[in-house]
């Protein structure tokens, strides 16, 4: 036993000790030294020894951080938070509250991948704003969630685009017209009305022939909407394009459908333009 008691290190014996004081200006050594695993372990003890005190707030101030530099972003959100919500008359209550809304922007991820913390970054930075409107910290909190908002509204188009690239044309429409609808400043908005109009276009051209007319129309109607919008756009002539050729697709499924009436069907149709 005493030869395994010798062979510890100085930082186990520490670890062990009961001299708080010791221990934590030991911990902030290595904390400022860029050692934050074993600053950790030392703080993560110092936090139960000191529940209630007063060095229990600088603690909690640097248990967070010590997270937040360990690159533990989920841990270290939570921690700010926890500190900010605990000393909110504390001077360090705001960059607490300003690092844990960060924290959601870091575990941001690729714009592929699921938004939720980007949402909850969004949320965040949005509360920080309402809590500390003048703050210094507000334009970068700002920035910070326009960058956010970026990001959903690329993931917004690339969804729809999906859509349209697999040739799901009706859920392309949707997801289009939804996407302005989210974001009408979105960049890509000539692009997804332009886009609107040619996967309107095939929808209705794949469609069976008595629900084609229905459907041309509302291609033409989308175009004509583009070109009031868009009179200057690189797609223009396209979309005039299709919205012709729609026009006469129209033509031509009301001459086939006409051909396809029975003898019955046809007297009934005569019948009623009569009685118009």
Do not use: W
């Amino acid at each position: 036993m005493t030869v395994l008691t010798g062979c510890k290190s100085k930082f186990e014996k520490l670890q062990e000790s009961t001299n708080t004081a010791k221990k934590y200006q030991e911990a902030l050594r290595l904390y400022n030294k860029g050692d934050y695993n074993k600053a950790l372990i030392l703080f993560d003890d110092l936090m139960q020894r000191y529940r209630g005190m007063k060095e229990a707030e600088d603690l909690s101030y640097y248990f967070a951080y010590t997270h937040y530099k360990l690159k533990d972003y989920a841990t270290a959100r939570y921690q700010f938070k926890v500190f900010a919500d605990t000393y909110p008359n504390s001077p360090k209550a705001e960059e607490s509250r300003f690092i844990s809304a960060y924290c959601y922007y870091l575990e941001s991820p690729n714009y592929t991948l699921d938004q939720e913390n980007t949402i909850r970054a969004i949320e965040a930075l949005q509360l920080f704003i309402n809590l500390y409107p003048k703050s210094e910290r507000v334009a970068e909190a700002s920035t910070l969630i326009n960058n956010l908002r970026d990001k959903l509204e690329k993931k917004s188009y690339a969804n729809a685009r999906l859509f349209y690239d697999i040739g799901d044309y009706k859920s392309a429409v949707i997801a289009f017209r939804n996407s302005i609808r989210d974001f009408p400043d979105t960049k890509y908005a000539e692009e997804m009305e332009y886009l609107t109009v040619k996967a309107q276009q095939l929808y209705a051209q794949n469609s069976l022939e008595t629900k084609q007319e229905e459907r041309f129309n509302e291609a033409i109607g989308y175009a004509t909407e583009f070109e009031e919008d868009y009179p200057n756009s690189p797609y223009l002539k396209e979309v005039q394009a299709i919205k012709r050729k729609s026009e006469q697709d129209i033509i031509n499924v009301k001459k086939l459908l006409a051909t396809m009436m029975s003898p019955q069907d046809k007297a009934k149709q005569a019948d009623t333009l009569q009685k118009d």
